[in-house]
């Protein structure tokens, strides 16, 4: 007996755009299909290494394919792990970990660029519904007794019930749409998977009759023998030779193992022997993982053991800020049945994990050689590289020369090698300055200071960058130092302010610092600015901010010392004001304008548009 479900709201979203839009690429779905049996067979082969039930199981494993033009079905089987009940329901009819709602949420409208995200977002599975008017899944657990039927039109429902299945494993016959049954062809499939799973490191087989014909004229016999072929060549690519392949090689095994239509940017092929033995195969991609910024993010590096499949969920393979690597990690040294919590303090892995890390950081740098490759790279990677500054101090000079950065001089990526090359030799320092945007920092009154010493700061508007810039004391024997901090802007060396002048300008303080109050540390008088007034001070501290935010306490706010420029004809007139009242509407305007430059925001922007208006209608 048969039971009905409704798939999620999001998955009847998902199966409306396969079935109705993303019309692109539909061969894909092969490739999706062949991709899910593969990790079916990992995760037996493991199991048949590892746990006691599954010891005595013959394994030997494989993918095979079978069609029927007539019938137009195309069918897709492994005897990998398979599924039982609960596990139909929670992978092909709910969201479970597919990603779908950031699948949907990264729609574009491109129909091309959306196909080509399905991979990647693991709802693979749910592209067999552009080709097809109905699925059947048939399913065996390994070390379970019943198997189980899934079936679907794509329409809302599935349907599942008890079914015979002889052997562990999945299949699956897909019912062919009349404009699609050209997939139900010896040609189209061959060609597929040569296209995309060549690599697969299991057998793919594919079941055909081959038609012959014998004798001539009336003689003539039509003779039909089922053959059975093996289509891919099943070798663990990053187990071969890299004189054996060839860059097509590598490219379609990344599409395929990436579940990404797109070329990879770069790959590192390693084999080592020696005291350690491992193969490696990395791939940086040339757009980021959908996930690259959720705390949730799926690792892409697998790890293999003698070519067995041992996880592809270990984070701790390489570190966070890799995270847009993908790739297979191979090591001959490790046990078969190495736990998570091993693997996370396990020598071997350790050492595998830092040569690692030094061949990737070595192949952005070779890509950094080229400057328009590495502002592509940079713009997709560049946030999550800044990572590493605090978390892998090892690396640190490494990753600093990969860092790119605007300039208040209009430089858009410059480095901090291009920087300490071009600095005056009276400069002392590096100096930044972190905002919330680029725009907002480029108009800080504070970068006339250095505008007149012929000084270029460095821009900083990442998220990233107030947490992690502040750990980096210096580069190549410079210190870097906050533009605005006060400590910072006493290296400049200001002019003196006359006695005359700071007498001149004693009131108008005297009213700025009672109409500020508790606003500000400080108000004092500078030559050197252009603008009206400036904010300086030392920052916050951004890491114990951070903590502070993540405990529930908001971190108390910073006071500032504001600067008023002594030159200006806005304070020139000020100083000889005697309406104490405008004095004071106005020390709070320059106040908020600075705030606005510095933040984008005043704290009371009805207060701030009431005061404005008042001193408009006052002044005209």
Same mark, same amino acid.
């Given at each position: 007996?048969?039971?009905?479900?409704?798939?999620?709201?999001?998955?009847?979203?998902?199966?409306?755009?396969?079935?109705?839009?993303?019309?692109?690429?539909?061969?894909?779905?092969?490739?999706?299909?062949?991709?899910?049996?593969?990790?079916?067979?990992?995760?037996?082969?493991?199991?048949?290494?590892?746990?006691?039930?599954?010891?005595?199981?013959?394994?030997?494993?494989?993918?095979?394919?079978?069609?029927?033009?007539?019938?137009?079905?195309?069918?897709?089987?492994?005897?990998?792990?398979?599924?039982?009940?609960?596990?139909?329901?929670?992978?092909?009819?709910?969201?479970?970990?597919?990603?779908?709602?950031?699948?949907?949420?990264?729609?574009?409208?491109?129909?091309?660029?959306?196909?080509?995200?399905?991979?990647?977002?693991?709802?693979?599975?749910?592209? +067999?519904?552009?080709?097809?008017?109905?699925?059947?899944?048939?399913?065996?657990?390994?070390?379970?007794?019943?198997?189980?039927?899934?079936?679907?039109?794509?329409?809302?429902?599935?349907?599942?019930?008890?079914?015979?299945?002889?052997?562990?494993?999945?299949?699956?016959?897909?019912?062919?749409?009349?404009?699609?049954?050209?997939?139900?062809?010896?040609?189209?499939?061959?060609?597929?998977?040569?296209?995309?799973?060549?690599?697969?490191?299991?057998?793919?087989?594919?079941?055909?009759?081959?038609?012959?014909?014998?004798?001539?004229?009336?003689?003539?016999?039509?003779?039909?023998?089922?053959?059975?072929?093996?289509?891919?060549?099943?070798?663990?690519?990053?187990?071969?030779?890299?004189?054996?392949?060839?860059?097509?090689?590598?490219?379609?095994?990344?599409?395929?193992?990436?579940?990404?239509?797109?070329?990879?940017?770069?790959?590192?092929?390693?084999?080592?022997?020696?005291?350690?033995?491992?193969?490696?195969?990395?791939?940086?991609?040339?757009?980021?993982?959908?996930?690259?910024?959720?705390?949730?993010?799926?690792?892409?590096?697998?790890?293999?053991?003698?070519? +067995?499949?041992?996880?592809?969920?270990?984070?701790?393979?390489?570190?966070?800020?890799?995270?847009?690597?993908?790739?297979?990690?191979?090591?001959?040294?490790?046990?078969?049945? +190495?736990?998570?919590?091993?693997?996370?303090?396990?020598?071997?892995?350790?050492?595998?994990?830092?040569?690692?890390?030094?061949?990737?950081?070595?192949?952005?740098?070779?890509?950094?050689?080229?400057?328009?490759?590495?502002?592509?790279?940079?713009?997709?990677?560049?946030?999550?590289?800044?990572?590493?500054?605090?978390?892998?101090?090892?690396?640190?000079?490494?990753?600093?020369?990969?860092?790119?950065?605007?300039?208040?001089?209009?430089?858009?990526?410059?480095?901090?090698?291009?920087?300490?090359?071009?600095?005056?030799?009276?400069?002392?320092?590096?100096?930044?300055?972190?905002?919330?945007?680029?725009?907002?920092?480029?108009?800080?009154?504070?970068?006339?200071?250095?505008?007149?010493?012929?000084?270029?700061?460095?821009?900083?508007?990442?998220?990233?960058?107030?947490?992690?810039?502040?750990?980096?004391?210096?580069?190549?024997?410079?210190?870097?130092?906050?533009?605005?901090?006060?400590?910072?802007?006493?290296?400049?060396?200001?002019?003196?302010?006359?006695?005359?002048?700071?007498?001149?300008?004693?009131?108008?303080?005297?009213?700025?610092?009672?109409?500020?109050?508790?606003? +500000?540390?400080?108000?004092?008088?500078?030559?050197?600015?252009?603008?009206?007034?400036?904010?300086?001070?030392?920052?916050?501290?951004?890491?114990?901010?951070?903590?502070?935010?993540?405990?529930?306490?908001?971190?108390?706010?910073?006071?500032?010392?504001?600067?008023?420029?002594?030159?200006?004809?806005?304070?020139?007139?000020?100083?000889?004001?005697?309406?104490?009242?405008?004095?004071?509407?106005?020390?709070?305007?320059?106040?908020?304008?600075?705030?606005?430059?510095?933040?984008?925001?005043?704290?009371?922007?009805?207060?701030?548009?009431?005061?404005?208006?008042?001193?408009?209608?006052?002044?005209?």
């Amino acid at each position: 007996m048969s039971k009905k479900h409704t798939f999620q709201t999001e998955i009847n979203q998902l199966l409306d755009l396969m079935i109705h839009s993303l019309y692109s690429n539909k061969e894909i779905f092969l490739r999706e299909l062949i991709s899910n049996a593969s990790d079916a067979l990992d995760k037996l082969n493991y199991l048949t290494l590892t746990d006691e039930r599954l010891k005595d199981m013959k394994f030997e494993p494989y993918i095979e394919l079978s069609f029927d033009e007539k019938k137009k079905t195309l069918i897709i089987e492994d005897n990998g792990i398979g599924m039982n009940e609960e596990e139909l329901i929670s992978n092909l009819g709910t969201i479970a970990k597919s990603g779908t709602k950031s699948f949907l949420s990264s729609l574009s409208g491109d129909k091309k660029k959306d196909s080509a995200l399905i991979g990647q977002f693991g709802v693979g599975f749910y592209s +067999v519904f552009m080709v097809s008017d109905k699925v059947i899944v048939q399913s065996k657990k390994a070390g379970e007794d019943k198997a189980y039927a899934w079936m679907s039109d794509g329409k809302g429902e599935y349907e599942i019930s008890v079914c015979k299945r002889e052997t562990q494993g999945t299949q699956i016959t897909i019912y062919l749409k009349d404009e699609d049954s050209s997939f139900a062809s010896r040609w189209e499939i061959e060609n597929i998977v040569k296209k995309y799973s060549e690599h697969i490191p299991f057998p793919i087989y594919l079941n055909y009759t081959d038609t012959k014909f014998e004798g001539e004229g009336d003689n003539k016999k039509e003779i039909k023998e089922e053959k059975k072929e093996q289509i891919n060549t099943a070798k663990a690519i990053w187990k071969m030779n890299k004189n054996e392949l060839k860059d097509e090689d590598y490219k379609e095994f990344y599409k395929s193992f990436a579940h990404d239509n797109t070329e990879p940017m770069k790959w590192i092929h390693t084999k080592t022997e020696g005291t350690l033995e491992y193969s490696t195969l990395f791939f940086i991609p040339q757009v980021a993982p959908f996930d690259l910024y959720r705390v949730d993010y799926k690792s892409g590096v697998k790890l293999y053991v003698k070519r +067995v499949f041992i996880t592809d969920d270990d984070k701790e393979l390489l570190p966070q800020y890799l995270r847009f690597i993908r790739g297979v990690i191979d090591s001959e040294d490790l046990p078969l049945n +190495v736990s998570r919590e091993i693997l996370q303090q396990n020598k071997i892995l350790v050492n595998i994990r830092a040569a690692s890390v030094k061949k990737i950081l070595g192949e952005i740098e070779n890509i950094a050689k080229d400057k328009e490759a590495y502002e592509k790279f940079y713009v997709q990677f560049g946030k999550v590289l800044k990572e590493g500054l605090y978390s892998d101090y090892e690396n640190k000079e490494k990753i600093l020369n990969l860092l790119r950065f605007a300039t208040s001089k209009g430089e858009q990526n410059i480095s901090l090698k291009e920087y300490k090359e071009k600095m005056p030799k009276d400069q002392k320092s590096i100096y930044y300055m972190i905002g919330q945007n680029l725009e907002l920092l480029k108009a800080a009154p504070v970068l006339e200071k250095y505008h007149q010493k012929g000084y270029e700061v460095l821009l900083m508007a990442d998220e990233v960058d107030g947490f992690v810039i502040p750990s980096v004391n210096e580069y190549d024997k410079i210190p870097l130092k906050e533009a605005s901090a006060s400590e910072t802007l006493k290296e400049l060396g200001e002019e003196m302010i006359a006695p005359e002048i700071q007498k001149s300008f004693e009131n108008l303080i005297a009213v700025f610092k009672e109409a500020l109050g508790d606003e +500000v540390k400080d108000i004092i008088l500078s030559v050197s600015l252009t603008s009206p007034v400036a904010l300086v001070g030392d920052e916050q501290n951004a890491m114990m901010a951070n903590l502070m935010r993540q405990m529930g306490q908001e971190p108390p706010a910073q006071k500032k010392t504001m600067e008023l420029s002594s030159n200006h004809p806005i304070l020139q007139k000020l100083k000889d004001t005697q309406d104490k009242e405008l004095l004071i509407d106005t020390a709070y305007l320059l106040y908020a304008s600075a705030k606005l430059l510095e933040s984008g925001s005043v704290e009371n922007a009805k207060e701030f548009s009431n005061l404005l208006n008042k001193t408009i209608l006052k002044t005209l």
